[in-house]
């Protein structure tokens, strides 16, 4: 049997080594063949052979600049759906902190076409973020949930949000490096980021007095979100069903983030029209104020334009690390071009609740 390179950041046994004992320690037999599958951005994933079924192993990615516990946070996520019963996500089988590798039930699917984003497809994503929340104030699941955290870059009030997604538009205006790939970059940053972000702050703490203040979101009116939510972390199973992946961004957070964030991912974009619907069903299901409709518009344009720094990632040092480590230095050049030129579509899409 042969499998690529461990992790360079692995401490302890090589990549090959360290999932047979992960395997062999969970009762799932011995591995019989181990390959490197395409398509993450973040972390390295694979095909492993083992007691005659296919299992998803996931290198997560880990640098001393990020302190986020990626592993943790998308397996005890996974773990409680999976106890609760959701059965449209891959079950959790096993982890190993130490080398942060996790164990998934493999998924022979494949991801939708941008013609197959319908509204019967939304209500399956919407059914999911449901389930996900139902009784979630019930001794019961609450007991079950307590043990998990905030979402990643988990947010309660406008002005919090307002504040994160500042941090991100900041970092931007740092942009270094010669050629001409990044002397670009930092001119739509200045002159074209920067103003629209300034745009959307003045339109959100102009509506903060209508919504009778900014007090931090109660715990009663948080909910427990997938995070990096849309369809690019979908499959469309054998059956004809979605089954919702990746949640190392999960946990509590804000409902108008969620929907933000459903609604802004750029790669399998979901129909503008459909975001009214979403944000009703969602806010009358979690039993919330009808002040959290407007809320969640607010909240579009902010994570829009969050999402236009998140494609220019490739820009930062950071970002730029994680993507090599997903997936190669070669290509580094190139996917900031693609990338600059979906930052530049996204702020095309930009929506004020002001303008409405």
């Not at 079924?53 to 001393?64: C, M």
Request: glycine content about 10%; hydrophobic content about 40%; overall charge neutral.
């Amino acid at each position: 049997m042969t499998a690529p390179t461990g992790p360079a950041w692995l401490e302890g046994p090589p990549l090959e080594q360290a999932a047979g004992e992960l395997v062999a320690g969970a009762g799932l037999g011995r591995v019989d063949s181990l390959s490197p599958l395409a398509g993450g951005g973040n972390n390295r994933t694979y095909r492993l052979a083992a007691g005659g079924r296919d299992i998803l192993l996931k290198a997560y990615f880990r640098d001393p600049a990020d302190p986020r516990d990626r592993l943790k946070a998308e397996f005890d996520f996974s773990r409680f759906a999976w106890d609760r019963g959701i059965r449209v996500i891959p079950e959790p089988l096993a982890r190993d902190a130490r080398n942060a590798l996790g164990l998934y039930a493999f998924i022979h699917g494949r991801m939708l076409e941008p013609h197959e984003v319908t509204p019967a497809r939304v209500d399956e994503s919407l059914d999911f973020c449901i389930a996900l929340n139902r009784g979630r104030h019930a001794p019961a699941v609450a007991a079950l949930a307590a043990g998990l955290a905030d979402g990643s870059e988990a947010y309660f009030s406008l002005t919090d949000h307002l504040a994160g997604v500042a941090r991100r538009v900041a970092r931007l205006g740092e942009i270094e490096g010669a050629g001409p790939i990044n002397h670009e970059a930092r001119a739509f940053v200045r002159g074209e980021l920067g103003p629209a972000w300034e745009r959307v702050t003045a339109d959100v703490r102009a509506a903060i007095p209508d919504l009778g203040g900014d007090a931090p979101l109660p715990s009663e009116q948080r909910c427990l979100s997938p995070s990096d939510f849309g369809f690019h972390n979908a499959m469309l199973a054998g059956d004809g069903k979605l089954i919702f992946h990746d949640f190392e961004y999960a946990g509590w957070d804000d409902p108008g983030k969620t929907a933000g964030d459903f609604f802004c991912q750029p790669r399998l974009p979901v129909p503008p029209g459909l975001f009214e619907h979403f944000v009703g069903a969602l806010v009358d299901s979690l039993g919330l104020p009808a002040s959290h409709v407007r809320r969640a518009r607010l909240l579009r344009g902010v994570y829009q334009v969050k999402w236009c720094c998140i494609m220019m990632n490739e820009f930062l040092p950071l970002g730029a690390r994680r993507r090599r480590f997903a997936l190669s230095e070669a290509d580094a050049e190139a996917r900031k071009v693609r990338q600059l030129a979906q930052a530049r579509r996204g702020l095309g899409a930009l929506t004020i609740e002001g303008n409405r």
